[in-house]
């Protein structure tokens, strides 16, 4: 078996079965697609062994002890919560999502936030204590969007 081809079937094996509620695809460039939701938990690393590049669903990362956003979706359709890590940036986060929830980190910058957040922002609990204004700085959220600092 191939370097590649191993790393792969130890990747799924190890963590994808896990983390994964619906079906995967390995991209060229050894990112994963996911048609369906991720939940990562009981992760005992401050960043993911793999990059994700799209999924459609929910990215659940939280509570989890990651220092770095490094590895999650560029594109993801759903909502976004990496709430409960060591996270001091957001860098790395998804372009757009329905909801992002970053609260009970050690962020003291929202930079690296979406672009585009649609129904919820949830920030409050953070080694900054950031304000909606904040919030409206680093990211376009949507008229009806909830803000939470």
């Given amino acids: 078996m191939k370097t590649e081809e191993f790393r792969k079937k130890l990747i799924e094996s190890t963590y994808l079965m896990k983390w994964v509620n619906g079906n995967w695809k390995w991209n060229n460039d050894g990112s994963v697609d996911v048609e369906g939701n991720v939940e990562i938990r009981n992760y005992p690393y401050q ?21 770095t956003l490094e590895g999650c979706p560029e594109y993801l359709e759903g909502g976004f919560t990496c709430r409960g890590n ?21 962020l003291e910058t929202l930079d690296g936030s979406p672009n585009v957040v649609l129904n919820a922002y949830s920030c409050y609990g953070n080694a900054t204590r950031f304000t909606k204004k904040d919030v409206k700085k680093v990211c376009n959220v949507m008229d009806e969007c909830m803000i939470y600092v």
């Fill in 86 to 106: 060591k996270l001091k940036s957001l860098i790395g986060s998804p372009n757009k999502v329905d909801g992002f929830w970053c609260y009970n980190n050690q």
């Fill in 47 to 67: 960043k993911l062994p793999f990059k994700f590049r799209k999924v459609v669903g929910y990215f659940d990362c939280a509570n989890n002890i990651l220092e």
